[in-house]
């Protein structure tokens, strides 16, 4: 009736509603049991009445199913009985034991404010962009429009691109201007800064096959007293009270326009589009760019007031920002002014050096020929 | 804050000093079309710089024509290209934003505004 590969059979009685489970070989049982010797006897009327059976007859749907030869139809496996046997363990789960047991995913580590609110998002969003950007500008943007916004937002984009297409690079994709919200950019600004934990990192993963089971994850306590991501209390505790340099700048309305690295070039295009100032920084003129000249974004960029820069971790006012702008060739030729000044000294340096040698060997020289001539002299003489 | 009746803002101010927070607060109060009828002019100092901040103000007597009041709208070309010309109050401030705080400065200003629409009302313009 049953194959002898099903794990296990499930018989369904519609009748009075009992569901008799038993494995495949039990079931062939009872109806080895049933069809030859025991059914006539259980099911004699006189026996029947006379003493009352302590095993309840089965309900006749049963009896039916039980001697039927067909296999059935009502029959039905379930998935869940066959998972039921669990499978032989596996030979590395039987050599080694099994890993330790993080308590959290790798990438959500308990944090000191609660991680789904907004500002903890953003305070990790800002951190990761200050850690990020090693050239960023300040602006203050009073009350512009939307539309402002998109105007200036597409000249900075067509002018980056151009500077791009000019210096074959591709920063105008990493080049992005964002409003901040200043109180949460500020705290992120200081654990940037200041909170520097130990690098000793936890190489220990746990999900890895290779780790030990013996291996002593470092317990977090439940109050995440001794992690050390931005969020963590560690970092709260070592930047409450700090202030950085930049910290005055930061209130009121303001912007921050990154760059993914210091690349004067681009920012001279992002300043003359900014807040242009004519003599290094000219505004695109009205054939070059019209549509730099299009009412919303003029009076948009008017509303816009640089207000300093960080430049690689330090602190820039506006001349300092137009400075860096300024560099020609950036970093480049900054380098290139440097090995000139260089080779300019090593020149020096050498010829100093090779004075004292020269004019040692010239003394040297002087004195040999000198003996030289006194023992010929001598000699001349005599011979 | 009643910023109809302003006709010239200058500002002044180091933004790394924490005192610049008065005249830079200031300047983000000014309505969005302010620069249609207000000559603003702010001046930025470096960063060494240890002057004080402060809020240069000058009024008119009358309130620029805006789209907010229609007897205006007929005027309104002609209001936008004589913004030079309207009727000086000759009234000036120079306000010294590290003393008064933000919340002072625009007392200030509503204070001498008010003064100035009571004066329009009861001309009846």
């Not at chain 1, 495949?24 to 004699?44: A, I, N």
């Not at chain 1, 002593?216 to 969020?231: E, M, N, Q, R, Y």
């Not at chain 1, 242009?276 to 299009?294: C, E, K, L, V, Y």
């Amino acid at each position: 009736m049953a194959p002898a590969t099903s794990a296990a059979v499930t018989l369904f009685s519609p009748g009075d509603g009992h569901s008799l489970l038993s494995s495949g070989s039990q079931s062939e049982l009872f109806e080895v049991d049933f069809q030859s010797s025991f059914k006539p006897r259980l099911f004699s009327s006189e026996q029947f009445n006379k003493m009352p059976s302590r095993i309840a007859p089965p309900s006749k749907a049963i009896a039916f199913i039980l001697r039927c030869k067909r296999p059935l139809k009502t029959r039905r496996q379930y998935a869940t009985a066959a998972a039921a046997i669990t499978p032989a363990a596996s030979h590395a789960q039987m050599t080694q034991g099994s890993p330790p047991i993080a308590r959290y995913p790798a990438t959500q580590p308990p944090s000191y404010k609660p991680p789904a609110f907004r500002k903890s998002q953003l305070l990790r969003q800002y951190a990761s962009v200050l850690r990020s950007t090693p050239l960023m500008l300040l602006f203050q943007h009073n009350n512009l429009k939307s539309i402002e916004w998109t105007g200036i937002r597409r000249e900075l984009t067509n002018a980056l691109r151009k500077v791009d297409e000019a210096a074959a690079e591709s920063l105008e994709e990493g080049i992005k201007f964002q409003i901040i919200q200043t109180g949460i950019f500020s705290s992120a600004l200081k654990i940037v800064e200041f909170y520097k934990p130990d690098s000793e990192t936890v190489t220990l993963d746990p999900t890895d096959p290779s780790t030990p089971s013996s291996a002593a994850i470092p317990v977090f306590k439940a109050d995440g007293s001794d992690l050390t991501h931005t969020l963590s209390k560690a970092a709260h505790d070592a930047t409450a009270k700090k202030s950085h340099a930049l910290q005055p700048l930061l209130s009121g309305p303001l912007a921050i326009l990154t760059f993914p690295s210091v690349s004067p070039a681009h920012l001279k295009a992002a300043l003359s589009i900014l807040s242009p100032s004519p003599p290094q920084f000219p505004a695109p003129t009205r054939r070059a760019n019209p549509g730099w000249h299009d009412p919303p974004v003029q009076s948009g960029m008017q509303k816009l007031l640089l207000l300093g820069a960080r430049v690689e971790g330090k602190v820039f006012d506006v001349d300092g920002t137009r400075w860096v702008g300024s560099i020609d060739g950036g970093l480049e030729g900054l380098r290139v002014q440097l090995v000139a000044m260089l080779q300019g000294i090593g020149a020096g340096v050498t010829s100093t050096l090779e004075s004292a040698g020269k004019s040692l060997y010239l003394t040297v020289e002087g004195r040999r020929t000198m003996l030289e001539e006194e023992e010929k002299g001598p000699s001349e003489e005599k011979s | 804050m009643i910023t109809r009746f302003l006709t010239e803002v200058s500002t002044v101010f180091n933004p790394f000093s924490p005192k610049a927070k008065t005249a830079r607060l200031f300047l983000s109060f000014l309505p969005s079309n302010a620069r249609q009828t207000i000559k603003i002019n702010t001046k930025m100092l470096p960063k060494i710089s240890r002057e004080p901040s402060f809020v240069e103000l000058k009024f008119s007597k009358k309130s620029p024509p805006s789209y907010a009041r229609p007897s205006a709208v007929l005027s309104l070309m002609g209001g936008w290209l004589t913004m030079g010309h309207f009727i000086e109050d000759g009234k000036q401030m120079k306000l010294d934003a590290e003393k008064l705080g933000i919340k002072g400065v625009v007392e200030e200003v509503d204070r001498h505004s008010r003064i100035l629409s009571r004066q329009e009302e009861l001309t009846g313009n």
